[in-house]
């Protein structure tokens, strides 16, 4: 078991700071103490302390505090060591803790170790990680109410109503040659219905959350001159890309993360989509064309005055990925823009004057899933959608077969281990591994 070493890391990033943290974990702490520092310092206090290496060279001066595990991040004997944030002395601090007997601790692993010690859960282990990464507010809201404990204790409410349900079921397998209680049976269908809603509930309020974690990826297309650019200066509130009355003048695909009512976006301009002799514009088209592939949602941006696009560029792509946007209603004053109605209507726009910007956003929102229901939602990765989905699966498909009690209870079963994927109970190593590689070394 990886356990029994102890780790040590720079936990704050890389680069010149004001102070730099090292942080060590491990049955060997207190030796380690006692090398770099001297001594041992009391628990749980900041001690002012010189640090030295194994050659007796003080490498720096600073705070160092002692946690006595099991009361520690980690669970185990935690040391941090708080000097000065430069780039030399944070790497000679730590060489001096790994001469003491400690090694560097791999991406993730004083989380994974809070994990294995029961610290944390592995749903709010992995909101560490979220929270570190988060790129607006709305997400660090939502990522702090995951680490807090929340989504995990909605899931554990829920698994614990399966668990009774699971318990009735079996029972009734054991004891099959009694008659069941046609009342009683009634009453677990419509616990097993109610259970079913409150999945689905609680998945609606997670995916809000994996809407913050993963942004959302917009990209501007359309012809030359349809003032894209334009768009996307007034979207990103500063002047990102040139704009000109002359056409192709973007040829790079041109990025800002953006906030829209705390969603995270990742706004792209691209080169105007034209036929070109142009070798550079050509690159462009062709680089635009690639990152319409991956888009999440395409602005498709045309003129008031010109009646269609001419050139056929995105025929392959999902009608459900697009907003056409029509662009420049400066110019025709009053007339013509409300003809259309319905669910995929364009949107009118003035990217000069910004008249109808509220209503593009909007519609991009709700493209993009965003309900702002009532609950402030938890940060959840696909993973978490993905097991919650399961779950729910599993309780229709045991309401199905009710009658078949083998059956119904064999549905229950996967469903709990399901909810247990969230939270860590039931889980396998590899992706355990695969969860905690991904965090930053010294979380
Ligand atoms: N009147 C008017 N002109 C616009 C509007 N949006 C862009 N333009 C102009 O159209 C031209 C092309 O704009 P640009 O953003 O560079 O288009 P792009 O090639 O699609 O990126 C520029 O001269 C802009 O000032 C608009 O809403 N109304
Ligand atoms: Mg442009």
Redesign the pocket.
Known sequence: MLNNDTIAAIATASGVGGVGVIRVSGARVKDIAVQVLGELPPKRRATSKIFLNKSGDIVDSGLAIFFQGPYSYTGEDVLELQGHGGVAVLRMLLRACTDAGARVAQPGEFTQRAYLNNKLDLAQAESVADLIEASSEAAVLSANRSLSGEFSERVSLIRNELIEIRVFIEAAIDFSDEEIDFIETHQMETRMKRLSEKLVELRGVATQGNLLREGVKVVLA?E???????LMNLLAEEDV?I???H?G??RDLIQRRITIKGVPILLT?TA?LRLSSDPVEKIGIQRTISNLKEADIILE?RTADSAANRFDYMTDIDENRKIAVV??I??LGDSGHSMVSGKNRPVYL????GDGLGELKARLLEKAGVKMGDEAPFMARERHLNALRSAESHVDLALINIESIDLCAEDLRLGQNSLSEVTGEFVADDLLGEIFSSFCVGK
């Open positions: 359309g030359p001159n349809v003032g894209k650019s334009t890309s704009v000109t009355e056409e003048t973007t301009d105007g941006l662009n420049k400066d110019l003035s990217a000069k004057t």
